[in-house]
């Protein structure tokens, strides 16, 4: 999906078979991710926190956009 796309309150699936969900509770430059394990800088991208599985847990907008194959409706 496109980052423009994903949006607060709203759930999404996994791409695949869509067996994961994950609900997005927060978006912005203020949020971010606490784990980076790379060399290089962290990402100039606002991050997203979501719900999955009753657990709170952060990624980058673009990586989470990679991840989502559709919304939950």
């Given at each position: 999906m496109k980052p423009s796309t994903i949006q607060i309150g709203k759930t999404y699936r996994n791409r695949g078979k869509g067996l994961?969900?994950?609900?997005?509770?927060?978006?912005?430059?203020?949020?971010?991710?606490?784990?980076?394990?790379?060399?290089?800088?962290?990402?100039?991208?606002?991050?997203?926190?979501?719900?999955?599985e009753k657990k709170e847990h952060f990624l980058y907008l673009s990586s989470f956009a990679a991840w989502c194959g559709s919304e939950v409706t």
């Open positions: 994961t969900t994950r609900t997005v509770l927060d978006i912005g430059v203020h949020v971010v991710p606490p784990s980076w394990y790379s060399e290089s800088s962290r990402p100039h991208d606002p991050g997203v926190r979501y719900l999955q």
